[in-house]
């Protein structure tokens, strides 16, 4: 059974950069696309990007200029890193697996509040 | 970006009823259409992919139907666990794209 743990701070400063790892348990991150999706009492549900494990990507238009989506193979780890954040970058933020045509498995989700 | 509109936004219903979500995509995406469960605190789970095609563990009183633009959630008879807020996501194209969810609420 693959599962999926988001860790990081909870609390960023506006201005300053949101970063998150996904650690996957259960199977090896090195095949499958791997994803991070947030969800915000304004926004509802919103994808972030993906990345492949050959290390490709793919990231939502609207945050494009501030996200980098990593990979750590040897540790079967998957980063997530928002720039410039300010307070309406505040949500739940889950990783996921992407298999094409669904998001099968997913973690619990983490609260990240940016505020000073 | 294809716009994913649910509705309703809320419904109250009773165990034992049947329930119908539906889920209009701004513009066609074949059957590239998910269905999600969520519970507060919880993730989203995967009920419906691919239009019509329920997940493995997934009780066979869901169902989704549809295909182009327009889609349906249907639950057969509420059970208590049921409670929750449903979600339509698309994976045709980039971003993938979630409707607003519904909540379905005990009357």
């Known amino acids: 059974q693959v599962q999926l743990q988001e860790s990081g701070p909870g609390l960023v400063k506006p201005s300053e950069t949101l970063s998150l790892t996904c650690t996957v348990s259960?199977?090896?991150?090195?095949?499958?696309?791997w994803s991070w999706i947030r969800q915000s009492p304004g926004k509802g549900l919103e994808w972030i990007g993906y990345?492949?494990?050959?290390?490709?990507?793919n990231y939502n238009p609207s945050l494009k200029s501030r996200v980098t989506i990593s990979l750590d193979t040897s540790k079967n780890q998957f980063s997530l890193k928002l720039s410039s954040v300010t307070a309406a970058d505040t949500a739940v933020y889950y990783c996921?697996?992407?298999?094409?045509?669904?998001?099968?498995?997913w973690g619990q989700g983490t609260l990240v509040t940016v505020s000073s | 970006d294809i716009q994913m509109t649910q509705s309703p936004s809320s419904v109250s219903a009773s165990v034992g009823d049947r329930v119908t979500i539906t889920c209009r995509a701004s513009?066609?995406?074949?059957?590239?259409l998910a269905w999600y469960q969520q519970t507060p605190g919880k993730a989203p789970k995967l009920l419906i992919y691919?239009?019509?095609s329920l997940q493995s563990g997934v009780p066979s009183r869901f169902s989704g139907s549809g295909s182009g633009t327009d889609f349906t959630l249907t639950i057969s008879s509420l059970q208590p666990e049921d409670f929750a807020t449903y979600y339509c996501?698309?994976?045709?194209?980039?971003?993938?794209?979630f409707g607003q969810g519904t909540k379905l609420e005990i009357k």
């Open positions: 996921a697996r992407w298999l094409q045509e669904i998001y099968d498995y």
């Open positions: 259960g199977g090896s991150i090195s095949s499958h696309y």
């Open positions: 990345i492949y494990y050959s290390g490709s990507t």
């Open positions: 513009q066609g995406i074949s059957s590239w």
């Open positions: 691919a239009a019509s």
């Open positions: 996501q698309q994976t045709n194209s980039f971003p993938h794209t």
